[in-house]
Structures are given as structure tokens and as C-alpha cells.
């Protein structure tokens, strides 16, 4: 069934808004019983009616994956509807005109924090620098917005604090809000204007911009956020799997410690290693989560695994590409070691700093 | 009747323009359809979010993939 079709079938909210609330406490609740119940069903599964051996390597591995799938599905479900709706009260034309008038330094605080919360997707990424660059914003402050917009993920942000609590969480969004401002703001520096292809400085708008974001009922809103939420599983879930896997397999087999002994805290190439395995990679950030989670288990130190987490959802080949069409390779190699050195900085501070 | 898809050829585009397809033949209009994948062209819409959908040099809707209801209200609004 396509997309559409299934859009077409979800059901309309009830009309009073005590219904509503009804409907939406009821799916709430739904969420809450199968998150509770998740573990408690694969143990009974697993141990009790296939009789497997709790303490067996490939038992375990079995009761990783079963266990991570359900549980990652549903917080991506809760995060995802929730992100979408709250988002839904901002766009991107809003954040162009709040950019609009402002200088490099605020700009590119302004520009992070933007990042952050208004709805975008990389693949918006060269209409959206045309966008801003023909609306007056400068390039800096711009790059600020594109880099922390992918940077500090909200699907990471609700992953983190449901696994590893509030202060890894207030550490990733702080630092990656910080490397979007600072390497926005060096790249500004730079005189970057010879290194944007001419075109984007020859585009001027016709017409005028709708708000995507403006006149939505509560209604539409709730819809919008169950069709992102549908829409991002059907996406990602390839990488989903293929990252709870290998999650499972490191919690199964890769011996405890086995990270302290060779990428420990005291090993100096540890962050450099993560952050080139990590640029390359194009996962999505729910997907590497699972093995965050293991190899932390397993001893590698948080600074490392924020470093390797950071360069693979901030850096990726499909982005770079897009972004080639309006960035000279010169800039395109700046912005990727400016943001890189960041990252790299970022994860040897926390490895000093957590231990 | 001037109908054009603004995108770069993602996933999403291509809904959109099966969506609007459907939805001209639905209410039996004649139209004209383009899809434009430039970025600067994109761009100079005003549109930062695609896909979107323009109705005789009129952006109506963008950043999404509305439901085959939305697109037929948008269109009978201009038929």
C-alpha cells in the first residue's frame, strides 16, 4: 500500500477537544504498556517458550536485537511525532526572516539555535542556502544553520537522554551547538564569497514565499507528525537494522573491556580513528545508536563515541554532494575539515574531561 | 492549466507528482506538467523546503506531500 493510501486511512481526530485528548492519552498509553512490556516479552519468548540458555552468547545477541528493535521503533515513533508537531509551529521561511537582519557573531549563535529547532532536511540544503543567500543572510551565518541542523539531532537528543541521561545529552547539544557557531563564523572569516558558485548570487525571488508552517489546525499538525513518523521508518529502516545487528553482535561477542584495553581514554588516536570511520559513514542517527550503546558497554569512552556519532550524522557523502552544486570544492573542504577539527576537538576534551 | 513540481527528484517529489497527477485526472482538467529540478530555479520561487507545487506561477504548497484531498481542493480552487 503506498503512503498515500495509508494517509488516507488514518483516522480523522474526534471533533471535540475532549475527544482529542482522549484519542491522543489512549495512543499514549498504548505506547507506554508496549514499552514496559518489551523486555519482560522477549525474556518470556527467548527463555521460557523456546527454552534458549539466558546466559549463552547467541541468546544474547538474539535478546539484543529482538529487544533494541522494539523499543528504538518506539522511541523513534514517540520522538519523531512529537519533534514534528512541536516543529510544526516553525519553518524555514520563519527562520529566514529572523536571519535576515542579522550580522555575522549573533547571526550565527541565532543560526545554530534555528538549526535546531525549525524543520529541515539536508535534502533542503542547496534550495535552502540559495534561499537564504538571495534573502540577504551571509554565508557564514548560513553555513551556521546547515551544519547545526543536521548536528545536533533531535531523534540523537531523545536516544541519548533515554539511554545514557540528561548530562551526555546537555554535552552533545552544547558542543554541537558550538562547533556550528564557530566553524559558521571561521568560514565567514574566510572570505568565502569566491568559493559559492556564481549562480546562487544571480538568483533573485519571484513571488513571494508561502509559510508552510501558517494556518495548520490542530488536526493537520497530529497528521503531519504521524505521516513524518511513517514516512522516516520506511526511510531509515535498512540502517536501523543493520545497526541494532551489529550493536547485538558486539554485546554478544566482543569480550567486556575489550576497548578499554586498545581504545581507552589513554589511547591517543582513539577520537581520530572514530571521527574518520565515522565521516565516511552514512547511517542515521537512530541507527548508530544501538552501537554507541554496545561499544560503550564495552569500554569506550563517551568523548570518543559522541566524536564518532557527531561526524556521522553532521557529515555525510549525499549531503556533500548536494551541497557541491552551490560550494566550490575549495569551501566544500573547508566546511568538512572545519567541522571535523571541531568534532575532533570535542571528543579528546570529553575523553580528559569524563574521566 | 500550468502545473509545476518544484524537487530535486527525491521520494517525496515523485509522490507529489503522482499525487497531482491523480488529482487533475480525478476532477478532469486539462493541464500542462513540468518538473523542475534546478536548484536555482527552485530557489528563486522562494522555496527552501521541497517538494512544492505550483499552480499557474503560483507556489500553493511546499515542504510537503499533502493527501489526494488537499491537492484536488487546491486545484478546483484555480480550475
Known amino acids: 500500500m503506498s503512503a498515500m493510501a495509508v494517509l488516507e486511512h488514518l483516522p480523522h481526530l474526534p471533533e471535540t477537544r475532549r475527544g482529542r485528548w482522549l484519542a491522543l492519552s489512549g495512543a499514549a498509553l498504548v505506547w507506554l504498556g508496549l514499552y514496559q512490556l518489551n523486555e519482560h516479552l522477549w525474556d518470556w ?143 565567514g572569516r574566510l572570505g568565502v564569497q569566491r568559493w559559492v558558485e556564481p549562480f546562487v548570487f544571480e538568483t533573485t525571488l519571484r513571488g513571494k514565499a508561502i509559510d508552510p508552517a ?50 581507552g581514554p589513554g589511547n591517543s588516536l582513539g577520537v581520530l580513528v572514530a571521527v574518520s570511520i565515522g565521516i565516511p559513514l552514512y547511517s542515521n542517527a537512530a541507527g548508530i545508536m544501538p552501537m554507541v550503546q554496545a561499544l560503550y558497554e564495552k569500554g569506550l569512552p563517551m568523548g570518543t563515541l559522541l566524536a564518532f556519532m557527531m561526524s556521522v550524522v553532521a557529515l555525510s557523502l549525499p549531503e556533500m554532494i548536494l551541497l557541491r552544486r552551490v560550494l566550490k570544492p575549495q569551501l566544500l573542504a573547508a566546511y568538512i575539515g572545519v567541522v571535523a577539527t571541531g568534532i575532533v576537538i570535542v571528543g579528546y576534551l570529553f575523553n580528559a574531561l569524563l574521566t | 492549466m500550468d502545473v509545476k513540481i518544484l524537487g530535486s527528484g527525491c521520494a517525496n517529489c515523485n509522490n507529489l507528482e503522482k499525487a ?60
Open chain 1, 45 to 187: 519468548i527467548l527463555y521460557g517458550l523456546l527454552g534458549m540458555d539466558p546466559a549463552s552468547r547467541t541468546t544474547e545477541t538474539i535478546h539484543f536485537f529482538a529487544y533494541d528493535t522494539v523499543k528504538i521503533t518506539l522511541l523513534l515513533v514517540l520522538i519523531i511525532f512529537a519533534v514534528t508537531f512541536l516543529r510544526s509551529y516553525m519553518s524555514v521561511e520563519r527562520t529566514r526572516a529572523i536571519l535576515g537582519g542579522k550580522r555575522e557573531g549573533v547571526g550565527n549563535v541565532v543560526a545554530a539555535g534555528l538549526g535546531v529547532v525549525t524543520p529541515f532536511c539536508s535534502c533542503s540544503a542547496v534550495p535552502a542556502f540559495i534561499g537564504f543567500v538571495a534573502a540577504g543572510v551571509p554565508i557564514g551565518v548560513t553555513l551556521s544553520f546547515l551544519i547545526a541542523s543536521p548536528m545536533v539531532n533531535e531523534i540523537a537528543i531523545g536516544m541519548l537522554l533515554t539511554l545514557f541521561g540528561w548530562k551526555v545529552t546537555a554535552v552533545y547539544v552544547v558542543t554541537g551547538l558550538a562547533i556550528a557557531i564557530v566553524a559558521g563564523w571561521i568560514l
Open chain 2, 20 to 79: 497531482t497527477r491523480e488529482a487533475v485526472d480525478a476532477l478532469g482538467l486539462e493541464a500542462t506538467f513540468d518538473h523542475v529540478t534546478e536548484p536555482g530555479e527552485i530557489a528563486s520561487w522562494g522555496v527552501m523546503k521541497t517538494p512544492a507545487l505550483v499552480i499557474d506561477d503560483e507556489v500553493v504548497l511546499s515542504g510537503r506531500v499533502p493527501t489526494a484531498e488537499t491537492v484536488k481542493a487546491l486545484l478546483r480552487d484555480r480550475g
Open chain 1, 214 to 263: 501558517a494556518g495548520l489546525s490542530f488536526d493537520d499538525r497530529v497528521h503531519m507528525s504521524a505521516e513524518e513518523v511513517a514516512s522516516i521508518l520506511r526511510r531509515i529502516w535498512p540502517y536501523l537494522l543493520v545497526g541494532i545487528g551489529l550493536g547485538a553482535v558486539i554485546h554478544g561477542w566482543v569480550p567486556t573491556d575489550f576497548f578499554t584495553t586498545y581504545a
